[in-house]
C-alpha cells in the first residue's frame, strides 16, 4: 500500500470529510474488534492522514510498527507520521530502518510531500548517505 500524500493535498470537501470520517467510523470499528488486522489499520493510518489527523495516524503507524517491526513500507510510513507531526528525528530513524530493510523507492522519498520538511532538515544528510550505499548495495 502506497504512503498517505495528505500533506500536499488540497482542501477537502465537506464531502470529502464526510466519507473519510465514515471511512474512519468503519475501518476503527474493525480495528476495535481485531487490532492486529493488519490491513485494515494500513488503511486506518491512511485514511486518518488524508483527513489531516496526523496524531492518530501516527499512533496506527507505531501500533504497526509493532506488528511488523522488519516490514520496510510500514516504516516508511511510520517515518512519514512523524514527519507531519514534527518528530523530525525519529522520522530520520525510521526512514534509515526503512531502507535497512528495503525499502528501496528512492525518487518518492525525494518528491513525497509528507517529508517535505524532513528534507531540509540537518540530519537529512544521514538518509541520503545511506540511500547512496543502499544504491552502490544494490548495482
Request: proline share 4%; charged share 35%; hydrophobic share 40%.
Amino acid at each position: 500500500m502506497p504512503k498517505k500524500a495528505a500533506a500536499a493535498k488540497p482542501k477537502l470537501t465537506r464531502r470529502e470529510q464526510r466519507d473519510l470520517d465514515v471511512e474512519i467510523g468503519f475501518f476503527e470499528g474493525l480495528v476495535s474488534r481485531d487490532p492486529s488486522y493488519v490491513e485494515a489499520l494500513q488503511i486506518l493510518g491512511d485514511t486518518y492522514t488524508r483527513r489531516g489527523k496526523f496524531v492518530d495516524g501516527l499512533k496506527v503507524d507505531e501500533h504497526l510498527s509493532k506488528l511488523r517491526p522488519d516490514d520496510p513500507l510500514v516504516l516508511y510510513n511510520l517515518a512519514c507520521s512523524y514527519a507531519l507531526t514534527r518528530r523530525h528525528e525519529q522520522a530520520i530513524s525510521a526512514l534509515i530502518r526503512a531502507i535497512d530493510h528495503g525499502y528501496a523507492d528512492f525518487r518518492w522519498i525525494a518528491k513525497d510531500p509528507d517529508l517535505k520538511a524532513l528534507r531540509k532538515h540537518k540530519l537529512f544528510k544521514k538518509v541520503e548517505a545511506k540511500i547512496h550505499a543502499a544504491k552502490i548495495k544494490i548495482q
